[in-house]
């Protein structure tokens, strides 16, 4: 079931060389919090690293909300479009970033999650567009994709289907789960539902709870899609039309909010595209940030399903710890967490601010629980996590060999 290793001796220095997607279906169904019971579900996966004779050297690696199972390597097929988010992220990896994992930098040989030491395991999240089983899956009720009739889910969702397809790999224990932004609402909620099977968390630029300025940036995104004609109330796969506009002003949207507003100062101020003067045009870009987004726009709806963006932007809005599990307290929500916690944020984060893993903190510490806060002042916005890599590196990898040598 699980995969062997592709040699990288051919690839640069800390990569683990050429990788290919698998997929895995799920021999039960997953229940809902929506009281629906899913079947069947595939998950696409990688592995990365070597898992050892006890089976306690894996670490869950969750993405965010426009990632996929294809976190570290060289992509055996590369798709049209990269999976490599981040501001500059074009830039920075050249003609190699099409194939490359959108977590690169953070897994391999030497990297945060060292796959000398880790097996590293990435899935599609539930409700996603590359391999799992998402709005775009086959309904086997009607021979037709879901699209909208695709049954509502949460983050707790996504993790209990992460849980049963750990279960036919045999993999019982998690030295760690980690993630950045929606990613790290995972492994917060993995702490959570599975407390005696999760050693630690690293959660990355992430929340207990989106804050009310992202619940809003989210609903422009979606109503943004749904409102595009093109939708068609959700079921325009096999129609010839699909909700581009709709799709391309939500990505728009979301990526400004990745931002901060130095970031997009610096990089690029009020310089005009095209000339030396405005030309007096409301639809073409005049200012290279117009163009820029454009651009993000473009490439974003040739690699992602719209009713995705849906289903994945409403779950992490849902997420709420205090309300899901403490009744309004966040202390009561993490009693029963067990996990060695890392928590890190950026300061110019402001869709996930430093606050809100501030207040985890606080949460854990007042119970006694192990936990660590790292603040690195970066001023990208919630972009970092995906572009200070350098700087999370250290930190990562001292806290899992500490949770090592206390073993």
């Known amino acids: 079931m699980l995969p062997p290793m592709v040699p990288a001796s051919t690839f640069p220095a800390g990569s683990v060389g050429s990788v290919e997607t698998r997929y895995l279906d799920?021999?039960?169904?997953?229940?809902?919090?929506?009281?629906?019971?899913?079947?069947?579900?595939?998950?696409?996966?990688?592995?990365?690293?070597?898992?050892?004779?006890?089976?306690?050297?894996?670490?869950?690696?969750?993405?965010?909300?426009?990632?996929?199972?294809?976190?570290?390597?060289?992509?055996?097929?590369?798709?049209?479009?990269?999976?490599?988010?981040?501001?500059?992220?074009?830039?920075?990896?050249?003609?190699?970033?099409?194939?490359?994992?959108?977590?690169?930098?953070?897994?391999g040989p030497g990297k945060a999650f060292d796959t000398d030491r880790y097996f590293v395991v990435s899935t599609n999240l539930l409700g996603g567009c590359s391999g799992t089983t998402g709005p775009s899956s086959i309904d086997p009720a009607t021979g037709r994709p879901y699209g909208s009739d695709f049954?509502?889910?949460?983050?707790?969702?996504?993790?209990?289907?992460?849980?049963?397809?750990?279960?036919?790999?045999?993999?019982?224990?998690?030295?760690?789960?980690?993630?950045?932004?929606?990613?790290?609402?995972?492994?917060?909620?993995?702490?959570?539902?599975?407390?005696?099977?999760?050693?630690?968390?690293?959660?990355?630029?992430?929340?207990?709870?989106?804050?009310?300025?992202?619940?809003a940036w989210n609903a422009i995104a979606r109503n943004a899609i749904m409102g595009d004609p093109a939708w068609q109330g959700g079921h325009y796969y096999g129609t010839g039309r699909a909700p581009d506009a709709g799709m391309g002003v939500a990505r728009m949207v979301g990526h400004v909010t990745y931002l901060s507003a130095p970031a997009l100062s610096d990089r690029f101020g009020r310089r005009l595209q095209f000339a030396d003067d405005i030309r007096h045009t409301i639809t073409e870009p005049e200012f290279?940030?117009?163009?820029?987004?454009?651009?993000?726009?473009?490439?974003?709806?040739?690699?992602?399903?719209?009713?995705?963006?849906?289903?994945?932007?409403?779950?992490?809005?849902?997420f709420d710890l205090a309300r899901q599990h403490g009744g309004g307290s966040l202390a009561r929500a993490l009693e029963h967490v067990s996990a060695r916690t890392l928590l890190i944020a950026f300061s110019s984060d402001w869709l996930y601010p430093p606050s809100a893993s501030r207040e985890i903190e606080d949460a854990l510490r007042a119970l006694g629980k192990p936990v660590e806060f790292q603040?690195?002042?970066?001023?990208?916005?919630?972009?970092?996590?995906?572009?200070?890599?350098?700087?999370q590196t250290p930190i990562i990898r001292r806290f899992l060999a500490e949770g090592r040598a206390g073993e």
Not at 176 to 190: H, I, K, P, T
């Open 26 to 107: 799920l021999p039960e169904p997953v229940r809902l919090d929506c009281g629906q019971a899913l079947h069947p579900i595939r998950v696409a996966y990688e592995t990365y690293g070597t898992l050892s004779p006890a089976r306690d050297n894996v670490i869950l690696v969750c993405h965010a909300l426009s990632g996929d199972a294809h976190a570290a390597g060289f992509a055996k097929t590369p798709p049209q479009a990269s999976t490599r988010d981040g501001f500059g992220a074009a830039d920075r990896d050249g003609a190699a970033g099409s194939g490359l994992g959108w977590w690169d930098g953070m897994i």
């Open 151 to 215: 049954p509502v889910i949460t983050v707790a969702d996504m993790v209990r289907t992460e849980r049963a397809f750990l279960d036919v790999l045999g993999i019982e224990r998690l030295a760690a789960v980690a993630g950045g932004s929606l990613g790290g609402m995972q492994a917060l909620q993995w702490a959570i539902l599975f407390p005696d099977q999760v050693d630690a968390i690293v959660a990355i630029a992430s929340t207990h709870a989106l804050h009310p300025q992202g619940v």
């Open 375 to 391: 603040l690195i002042e970066a001023p990208y916005g919630h972009d970092c996590f995906l572009l200070e890599e350098a700087r």
């Open 288 to 318: 290279e940030v117009e163009s820029y987004l454009r651009h993000q726009a473009d490439s974003f709806v040739k690699r992602f399903d719209a009713n995705t963006y849906l289903f994945t932007s409403r779950a992490l809005t849902y």
